[in-house]
């Protein structure tokens, strides 16, 4: 499950594509800094095409989909290829098709009700977004001791500067962040910049689990 891949690698790169070509060359800079996953957004149109490529020019790679608001966005995603799915929110039918595909679901929560919620259909793994805005590394902390079978994923305001506070609580899976691909870097096709920046963000969640 891609569950097991996220919580070795510990850090899921939210992807934002413009061309199909994008979700390739993305993903091959990132693993060649040692982080062979990504989140490519529903953000634009091209989301679907970029998957779907990026599924079959790089099989070593774990390829989700974020940004999914929709159930129509799940099903397109999966029918590419996606081995997970990201909301910013709760989907009660993406939820449900997921589970009914027995795809990887992480559903966006960041109150205790809505947290409650999304474990109420059946999840234990949640997207903590914006994390900075909603009280970062302390809220989680704090989130800890009334669900302590629940793991997050921090997204939003996440950045090498802050990465290890976050992989240092035990209730955090992996972090997800765009400081490793920014918009201009990918417009601008700096691929081996985006290979450096994942390297780094690689060592340090790396340095921080020994």
């Not at 960041?110 to 259909?121: F, K, L, S, Y």
Request: aromatic share 8%; proline share 5%; glycine share 10%.
């Amino acid at each position: 499950m891609a569950f097991e891949k996220i919580s070795e690698i510990k850090i899921v790169p939210v992807v934002k594509v413009f061309g199909a070509d994008d979700g390739v060359n993305v993903v091959k800079a990132l693993a060649a800094g040692g982080i062979p996953v990504a989140e490519i957004t529903y953000r634009t149109a091209a989301a679907g095409d970029a998957i779907a490529a990026a599924v079959a020019e790089c099989p070593e790679a774990l390829i989700g989909a974020g940004t999914v608001t929709k159930l129509s966005e799940a099903e397109d995603a999966v029918s590419r290829g996606a081995s997970f799915i990201v909301s910013p929110g709760y989907s009660d039918a993406v939820n449900a098709f997921c589970k009914e595909v027995g795809i990887d679901y992480v559903p966006g929560a960041v109150t205790p009700t809505e947290i409650m919620h999304a474990v109420e259909g059946g999840n234990e793994v949640i997207k903590f977004f914006p994390a900075s805005v909603y009280g970062g590394a302390k809220a989680l902390k704090a989130l800890g001791a009334p669900f302590p079978g629940i793991k997050f994923i921090p997204t939003g305001g996440v950045s090498a500067e802050n990465l290890a506070e976050f992989l240092a609580l035990p209730n955090v899976l992996a972090i997800g962040g765009s400081w490793m691909v920014k918009d201009s870097l990918i417009v601008e096709k700096k691929f081996a910049a985006i290979t450096e920046l994942a390297a780094a963000a690689r060592n340090i969640a790396e340095g921080k689990l020994l």
